[in-house]
């Protein structure tokens, strides 16, 4: 049986990153403690959130193999640092891996090093980037994040780039979506132009596929998207979790209490769960903090009380 195809579209990001002890004011200079370039973008970061929390961890995959058929016993560290044994690492290989789901990317980048770096990331992580399209003279996506280091809560300036090009006849009939195929589920952000963003949705619509919209900033969320037939909304609140409400009613989910280093990417990967957030927002960087489904299972954390 095929598999079912989650098409990601959005904005593929080169994030600048600089730690400072607070974020500057207007005409102010602030000496930063770190800088680090990383690969972002709500759709890169969703492909790459989406791949990861349906599947168990694959990097040390094929090693994990080899090392079975040698000698019986493995002797490396899963993400979380804890050194698997063979029996562990071959159930985790067993239960976690989910051949049923393929993630494929929609999105366009430039004729850059960030826009190669970011087709060996997506690939690396299990991602198709058959929908990703190089835009010749044109720049990658790129967006400035200082993050403060007491709060760990940062500002981001970006600049759309390669991603500004698309236009609402690139999506006008499924298998646009899908970047050549008909997927069984779109996600796409508000990185994009808004009524490229509506196009989207009522192609969606006609061709009766399930639509996930990371309508961040939340100005963006109003009676329009509605009315095209968005079932379920969910509104991420940062250290206070997320608001839901459909047909049905409305509720409210509490964010984890954890050690936060870097919030980007945070939104992005609360698309899958709460829990996977909570995960992301413990190291540096949009995607180095996006956990693996078996990652997911195996976390633990109280829930953060009202304030």
Known sequence: MAPNTIAVIGGLDADLIMIASRIPDRGESVLGSHYQEALGGKGANSAIATFRTCHGWLSQKQDCLDSVATSGNIDFEQPS???????????????????????????????????????????????????????????TSVCFVTVEEPTRENQCLFTLG?????????????EHLGGGIHPDFVVAQMEIDKHVVETMLKTAGNAVIDFCLNAAPPSMIDRQFLNLGVANVVISLGAKGAFYTNAQGYGHCPAYDVKVEDT??????????????AITIQSLGAQNGIPWSDEIERFDAPRKGPE
Not at 166 to 173: A, G, R
Not at 265 to 276: C, E, H
């Open 81 to 139: 640092g804890q050194p698997r044994t063979a029996a562990t690492a071959q159930q985790m290989m067993t239960d976690s891996h989910n051949d049923n789901i393929r993630v494929k990317m929609i999105g366009a980048v430039g004729d850059d090093r960030y826009g190669e770096r970011f087709i060996a990331e997506l690939n690396k992580n299990g991602v198709d980037t058959s929908g990703v399209v190089t835009v010749p003279d044109t720049r």
């Open 162 to 174: 390669a991603t500004a090009t698309w236009t609402k006849d690139d999506f006008l009939t499924a």
């Open 264 to 277: 980007t990417g945070a939104g992005s990967t609360v698309i899958r769960a709460n829990k996977a957030a």
